[in-house]
Antibody
Framework: QVQLQESGPGLVKPSQTLSLTCTVSGGSISTDDYYWTWIRQLPGKGLEWIGYIYHSGSTFYNPSLKSRVTMSIDTSKSQFSLKLTSVTAADTAIYYC???????????WGPGTLVAVSS | DFPMTQSPSSLSASVGDRVTITCRASQPISSWLAWYQQKPGKAPKSLIYAASSLQSGVPTRFSGSGFGTDFTLTISSLQPEDSGTYYCLQYNTYPPTFGGGTKVEIK
């Protein structure tokens, strides 16, 4: 049973870069079937899809965040990462990593990690 | 952007009731729609994918239907553990977009 776990700082200062890592266990990150995805949930609000990375390193980002987002993957460590630059208080959210399949969509999620942007 | 309109935004129902939540896409999305349940403090859990396919381990009282622009999640007999917020997700067009959510309360 594949499991995902987010990690990273819970507090980031405005204008700085938010950096999170997702560790995949119980399954291969290099499988052709899945896309490794980041989603966030603003406080008390809905869900926003940030982007995905494939094991080859190819990416697709939400156009609304594209100018500030970079994703990377380290298959040797079974990890993929998110960087979001120039953060503001509006980026305060719970950040989830998830495994996406073209047919079954977001089937497996990490528990999420709260990141607050504050000075 | 590809907005998904979900209704109602909240509902209150009794144990044993049949509950229906709807999701409407602004453009046809074939069957590329999923449903999620979220409990407070937890990540969303996948219930339904491809509009009507039940994820493994999900109780059969949950069902999904629809095609094109109009979709429905039905709970045939509401149970106390079904309280939470439900979201639809279209994944026909990237970036995928979520509905606004339906909060289900047990009377």
């Amino acid at each position: 049973q594949v499991q995902l776990q987010e990690s990273g700082p819970g507090l980031v200062k405005p204008s700085q870069t938010l950096s999170l890592t997702c560790t995949v266990s119980g399954g291969s990150i290099s499988t052709d079937d899945y896309y490794w995805t980041w989603i966030r949930q603003l406080p008390g609000k809905g869900l926003e899809w940030i982007g995905y990375i494939y094991h080859s390193g190819s990416t697709f980002y939400n156009p609304s965040l594209k100018s500030r987002v970079t994703m990377s993957i380290d298959t040797s460590k079974s990890q993929f990462s998110l960087k979001l630059t120039s953060v503001t208080a509006a980026d305060t959210a719970i950040y989830y990593c998830a495994r996406d399949h073209r047919s079954t969509s977001l089937g497996t999620w990490g528990p999420g990690t709260l990141v607050a942007v504050s000075s | 952007d590809f907005p998904m309109t979900q209704s109602p935004s909240s509902l209150s129902a009794s144990v044993g009731d049949r509950v229906t939540i709807t999701c409407r896409a602004s453009q046809p999305i074939s069957s590329w729609l999923a449903w999620y349940q979220q409990k407070p403090g937890k990540a969303p859990k996948s219930l339904i994918y491809a509009a009507s396919s039940l994820q493994s381990g999900v109780p059969t009282r949950f069902s999904g239907s629809g095609f094109g622009t109009d979709f429905t999640l039905t709970i045939s007999s509401l149970q106390p553990e079904d309280s939470g917020t439900y979201y639809c997700l279209q994944y026909n067009t990237y970036p995928p977009t979520f509905g606004g959510g339906t909060k289900v309360e047990i009377k």
